[in-house]
């Protein structure tokens, strides 16, 4: 019988018993803890380095010397010879720090597996609250050298390929019964087309790209380290796109664009009229979203090759001062300098996945699939489940061979960037009740716990972002930010991008303002409110008299009914006042009755009368006040320090699912058990609708707001809601 | 505790004890008979009608009576009022008729499950031994019938379609747990984009087709009953094409074409040259096979729906005679009477899978794969195990979500045609050693038992194929396929494709000749040979004096050296002697050598003295004389009945794969491990060759021609012959 011995592993602190012989990497397999390699185990990628901690053995009362591993080899020698430097700068000895793939348990251990050398990373997103995602890419790389063919073994390449990617891929090794043999691995056809002069220009050494643990998807020549992915979410107005590193986590690129579909119409319901009004109609809005993924795709390798260039020259002016007398390992003909270097020559086929994400109307016009029935009652999808396509399927320039993966819809209008931001912020895994609303033209919202969880969603209008309104703008310079109104003088102050505090800061302000972005309108309209300038219905009270402006009345009866003039023409860069009107409060008024309808509607549903916690999702929420949202009841009450802005969710979400597998089958099944409301089914809904234009002013409703609710201003129509 | 009856089932003779109230058709699943069901088990399509055996039931010591069984139900009963002329023809009477979804075991009862409601049907196939061929197609339909979606219900396409499908295809009611559920199907991507249109366009009721029991590739709108697959041999010289029902098995149409590729070269060698040599070469070879596919599919879709007509043009001219007063289902909606009634508008698009094969070089074409490395030494192919991709990757017109299947190869010129032959012809599951050849420009061989199967392949040259040959030509009408000649009189006489009985048997014979095919050249050698014309070099002897025909000297020095002239010129249609000459002898030699040589290794290797059985396939097989070929030494001895001509059995390997799934598997093992050799590695090989060019009369190793061989040539090269 072979003897055993005792290995422990730091930090995890897994331990147990190894046959004597198992190299270190190995025997932390069997103990649990995965330790990097793609090198076949061949001391050559040095992913496998472990420290030997003879320091603190007693503390575990194990018994362990050096000797209690083989001696280190020529190979790992050779390996440690080649980077002087690298034990220099960590201030390491050799034996202390062994490949583990290399040295073998002789007797008991204590292994320190350093965080470089763990299998599965992790990185720290910042949300809601701090969590590190587990980097689990579905792409995995491996370098495979084969023996080239000859006459008396003249085996096909893929299989040559195949039996030479099981050994690397440990399939033989581990020799567990339910892991899959070369012959169950398979490959992309577009993979195989090139295989044959890809296998030959290389000598017979390549990389492997293998995905999901099953497809060979990519086969690149010598020793590559890295493999990049796509993370998109594509929103109605933008489409924002992150280039990631597969094996670190790290973002190389973010880059954004317009939504091209917007010439097709500005909100999802005009793109689903004009798809069905058309009859080139979806073709022209597929090809018009892909071409854009496209151009960005280019945009980002752009970027990314550009910062990896500048990191690549400041490396080398390090290198200067502390000359490095690395033995290249290039010049064994094992790997090419170019590729062992930082890359700065990425092309768009090294691009091995993408995830995307976007509600159900970008999503089927993504995929091509005819939106028609998403704009007919009953607003039926064509699908809810993921995704899985090739990248050429949908001519995205990726790897050809590359997958495309969509998130998967919940419901008529809650589509992937719902089940993305659920993947980001988690409501399925608290025992607090959390409301996340992302809001856009239209807004999704999703409540509950990690015991049940409902959802619905509203169209909102344009009016949140800007648009609508009389002189609304994007979020651009010279857009108005902020608006406060003394409710003594009823005289305005502002915020404008782009210059710093108040305009009241400076002594003059002339032709600073272009226009008012989102976060002032929810400003103007609740001050407007909360000044007592308009009332709970959201109408210009009369005979409030002028104002103290010396520039004349800001509240004044316009071309188009009564308005509040924020900018006089002179601070202006448009040479006309800026004036918040009727119509404006008017579209405020609609887009948060509908958003606070529906959040009702989910407290009501789970018998809860407030969240514990809001999540804001989208650029929106980022922006907004918090206070002043809650005061015209753009969202229900809650602590204002429990109230969150999340900024891109959706775009974490997807970028969540390119890192990390688990998280995708994770998503597929939280998404089949939402529990989903169409408010156009509750009869209610009419009813509570139109009592939810009114300012909320029902104190009992907003205790954490209460305190800026103006009395003056009773509403008797407040009682009437539903609780 | 549920109580429990005995089910006996016939003609399979299972039985077992199954819960009271059990449907007979899950009673019969259990004890491992299946009953075929397309309507989801609704009382409408009729598969399933089982037969009630009470005559027999003392045989089985059963006490059985119909009341053991539910009573026959309104369902049931309305099937058989739609079809009173069912019964009638059939002579059966309601209740000794049931349909097996419907009835309900409430006692012990024998069942008779009659061929047509079988689920795995079978269909006979001649070969060297006449075999059944079980139908396990890949792709089943399912009837799925949906609620349409409303606003309570707004759940999307595919999941409200897959839910249905559980229910079809029973995954939910075996409730077995490694049985797939609706999440675990997947809808291939085309598919998916056609699925909310024809749901709508059906209203729900649809037939859906399951590749593999996992993928949705087809979606039909109401009740369709066939699917159809086409199985594809692919030659250097000619292509093949079988229409097949997938359901019975049935052949529906059997087209060929002339391989297009032919112009850029005669034989796969001078093919792989135009790879090489030409920029886009490949391109042009692979889209010249491709157009032809695509041409041969519309041929036979439109044979098939000609005879298909002439059937139903039949069977309506019966029903006058004999008129049927069944009440058409297609009144209540549920079936459209043209697809119910045979076919004959079948599209292209409802072809669901291709299964093709072919040598390695067309196997490479076909698929775009450089076929480079195949004409280069070590002479590797890309791959060996069987290809799977989507029609629509080719360009193959058949539905683009459909299957392309092609078989395993299995050396470099052991293709995947050789895989099919032996799938058609099973070595691999005999005791004999049996020795397969499947001879064109190329010949390979296979030779072995259930034990052990080695092979190899050699190219034999054109001018087996009538090719090369001076006067050689196809074997079309004019072609001289017999020849024989009088050893006395040195005379010969011959038989012409078009024309009966040998052209001495005319009292006069002009113009009937245009050349000389395959068989005749065989025959011709073999005779040359066999009257002592040539020696057993092959060479023209001296000095045999002028023949005695009256027309002048058969044996005379040509332009181009000695000939034998077979017909004069009156005889013929192109006005020429047509002779053979001494160059088409040494064609004849070569060739014969050759494929002698890679026999005689094959069975020295295998320590064998000769095969038990010698099966030849492909059209050449099919002609040739086999007792000429074996005095020429083309083949090795073997007694004469024991030496089969099979056709084309590349083409039966691909019918096979193509309508039983498990047959791909089994020659994906088989292939596996089947022992290569490649010729120009034995160190022999080239000296063996020499000696095999000379004609066999070494009648110890010809024991079953010996009386045939000519003894005034003792030959003494034969005594160094290989054993």
Not at 287 to 308: E, M, P, V
Request: hydrophobic share 35%; glycine share 8%; proline share 5%.
């Amino acid at each position: 019988m072979t003897k055993k011995h005792t290995v422990i592993l730091q930090p995890s602190g897994r331990r147990g018993k190894v046959d004597e012989g198992t190299s270190i990497r190995v025997a932390a397999r069997e103990l649990g803890v995965e330790i990097e390699s793609i090198c076949a185990e061949n001391a050559t990628c040095g992913k496998c380095m472990v420290l030997i901690e003879e320091g603190r053995f007693e503390k575990y009362n194990v018994d362990s010397k050096r000797e209690h591993l083989s001696p280190v080899g020529s190979d790992e020698q050779a390996y440690f010879a080649r980077r002087p430097n690298l034990l220099k700068t960590k201030g390491w000895e050799l034996g202390q720090v062994r490949l583990s793939c290399q040295c073998k348990v002789l007797g008991d251990v204590l292994i320190n597996v350093p965080e470089e050398s763990r299998g599965n990373k992790q990185i720290v997103r910042k949300s809601a609250r701090e969590r590190a995602i587990e980097i689990k890419p579905s792409v995995r790389k491996y370098y495979v050298s084969m023996t080239p063919p000859n006459l008396e073994r003249p085996i096909a390449d893929w299989e040559r390929l195949a039996k030479g990617l099981e050994i690397s891929m440990g399939l033989v090794r581990r020799g567990e019964e339910n892991l899959p043999r070369w012959s169950d691995l398979s490959i992309d056809y577009a993979c195989l087309r090139t295989l044959s002069s890809t296998l030959r220009e290389a000598k017979w050494n390549v990389t492997v790209s293998v995905w999901q643990d099953k497809e060979v998807i990519a086969v690149q020549p010598g020793y590559v380290e890295e493999s990049y992915g796509a993370a998109v979410d594509i929103g109605s107005t933008t489409v924002a796109l992150y280039l990631c590193n597969l094996r670190t986590g790290e973002i190389l690129a973010a880059e954004s664009e317009m939504n091209p579909q917007i010439v097709y119409g500005e909100d999802v319901m005009s793109r689903i009229q004009y798809s069905i009004e058309h009859k080139d109609g979806l073709e022209k809005l597929h090809k018009a979203i892909i071409s854009t993924l496209n151009k960005l795709l280019k945009q980002a390798i752009k970027s990314a090759n550009l910062s990896l260039r500048a990191q690549v020259a400041k490396q080398s002016s390090d290198e200067e001062e502390n000359p490095t007398d690395e033995v290249p390992l290039f010049s064994q003909g094992l790997l090419r300098r170019e590729e062992h270097s930082p890359r700065n020559d990425m092309k768009t086929d090294e691009i091995l996945e993408m995830v995307l994400v976007g509600n159900s109307t970008m999503h089927h016009l993504l995929l091509n699939l005819h939106p028609k029935d998403l704009g007919l009652a009953p607003f039926v999808p064509t699908i809810h489940k993921s995704v899985d396509v090739k990248a050429r399927e949908l001519g995205l320039q990726i790897n050809s061979s590359g997958n495309i993966h969509v998130l998967p819809t919940i419901a008529s209008f809650v589509g992937a960037d719902t089940s993305a931001m659920i993947l980001a912020e988690e409501p399925h895994k608290q025992d607090e009740n959390w409301l996340l609303i992302d809001v856009g033209t239209n807004a999704e919202l999703i409540l509950g716990n990690r015991k049940r969880l409902v959802c619905t969603s509203t169209p909102t209008g344009p009016a949140l972002e800007g648009a609508h309104v009389e002189y609304g703008m994007r979020a651009a310079p010279g857009a108005m930010e902020r608006v406060h109104i003394d409710e003594n003088t009823l005289e305005p102050k502002y915020k404008v991008i782009g210059v710093d505090g108040w305009n009241t800061d400076h002594a003059e302000f002339r032709g600073h303002v272009k226009g008012i972005c989102g976060s002032a309108i929810i400003d103007s309209v609740a001050e407007l409110f909360r000044a007592g300038i308009v009332d709970s219905r959201g109408k210009f009270k009369k005979g409030l008299g002028s104002t103290s402006s010396p520039k004349g009345d800001r509240i004044r009866e316009g071309a188009s009914g009564w308005e509040y003039v924020i900018a006089w023409a002179e601070e202006t860069s448009i040479g006309r006042d800026i004036p918040i009107t009727q119509q404006d409060v008017r579209q405020i008024q609609l887009a948060k009755a509908a958003l606070f309808t529906a959040a009702r509607t989910l407290l009501k549903r789970s018998n809860l009368e407030s969240p514990d916690k809001i999540i804001l999702a989208g650029g929106f929420g980022s922006y907004i006040d918090k206070e002043k949202a809650m005061l015209i009841g753009l969202i229900p009450d809650c602590a204002l320090e429990n109230v969150y802005a999340v900024g891109n969710a959706a775009g974490d979400g997807a970028r969540i699912a390119l890192l990390n597998v688990e998280k995708r089958k994770e998503i597929e099944s939280v998404t089949r058990r939402v529990e989903r409301f169409e408010l156009p089914t509750d009869p209610e809904f009419q009813n509570q609708f139109m009592l939810a234009t009114s300012f909320p002013h029902m104190s009992e409703s907003f205790p954490h707001i209460a305190h800026l609710i103006p009395h003056r201003v009773p509403d008797p129509l407040a009682k009437n809601f539903m609780k």
